[in-house]
T-cell receptor, first 114, second 112 residues
Framework: NAGVTQTPKFRILKIGQSMTLQCTQD?????MYWYRQDPGMGLKLIYY???????DKGEVPNGYNVSRSTTEDFPLRLELAAPSQTSVYFC?????????????FGPGTRLTVT | AQSVSQHNHHVILSEAASLELGCNYS??????LFWYVQYPGQHLQLLLK??????LVKGIKGFEAEFIKSKFSFNLRKPSVQWSDTAEYFC??????????FGTGTRLTVIP
């Protein structure tokens, strides 16, 4: 199993541009999460999904959108990039019935908005 | 509001030195506590966990953590660090089935 994969690893965006951060897991996990980690800060939950077709907001959802059309994929969309969205983005997943603390994390995407 | 704080942002130690990383949480109810580690270029991994019982929990690679309820703390310790322990360490608290809060992280650099 590849686990949780994220693409791209690095990206520089100009203010106002849009992009999609990809996240794929091959473990058949129903729960998937998107976090952001700002410099010197902890991970903050952006959005999560409990299964295909079901998504919900986390702690910091403004400026982002998600979709979950398949079990495997959980892309995160930035429509109008802003400097405040400069961060490292982590995707994670866990199986239904598994404890929330045993999430499988992806390697992260480092995004810079200038 | 529920939160987890880690006061050490960057710790630099020589090999064989002892390590203690601080973690405090703010939540008055039942809480489960965790330490995660992220080695350079790798994924976040669970290091150890505490639910109840013996407040001293042991994790992988010789790490341990002590839960002190009166101090709302869950400090991470290791008697003798190695260069391979260089990583970022995150404390986290679970306050509900779907609530997991992470601290800001502590970067540990071990000098050979």
């Amino acid at each position: 199993n590849a686990g949780v994969t994220q693409t791209p690893k690095f990206r520089i965006l100009k203010i106002g541009q849009s992009m999609t951060l990809q996240c794929t897991q091959d473990m058949n996990h129903n729960y998937m999460y998107w976090y952001r980690q700002d410099p010197g800060m902890g991970l903050k939950l952006i959005y999560y999904s409990v299964g295909a077709g079901i998504t919900d907001k986390g702690e910091v959802p403004n400026g982002y959108n998600v979709s979950r059309s398949t079990t495997e994929d959980f892309p995160l969309r930035l429509e109008l990039a802003a400097p405040s969205q400069t961060s490292v983005y982590f995707c994670a997943s866990r199986p239904t019935g598994g404890p929330i603390y045993e999430q499988y994390f992806g390697p992260g995407t480092r995004l810079t908005v200038t | 509001a529920q939160s987890v704080s880690q006061h050490n942002h960057h710790v630099i130690l020589s090999e064989a030195a002892s390590l203690e990383l601080g973690c405090n949480y703010s939540y008055g109810g039942t809480v489960n506590l965790f330490w995660y580690v992220q080695y350079p270029g790798q994924h976040l991994q669970l290091l150890l966990k505490y639910f109840s019982g013996d407040p001293l929990v042991k994790g992988i690679k010789g790490f341990e953590a002590e839960f002190i309820k009166s101090k709302f703390s869950f400090n991470l310790r290791k008697p003798s660090v190695q260069w391979s322990d260089t990583a970022e360490y995150f404390c986290a608290a679970q306050t509900g089935a779907n609530n997991l809060f992470f601290g800001t992280g502590t970067r540990l650099t071990v000098i050979p």
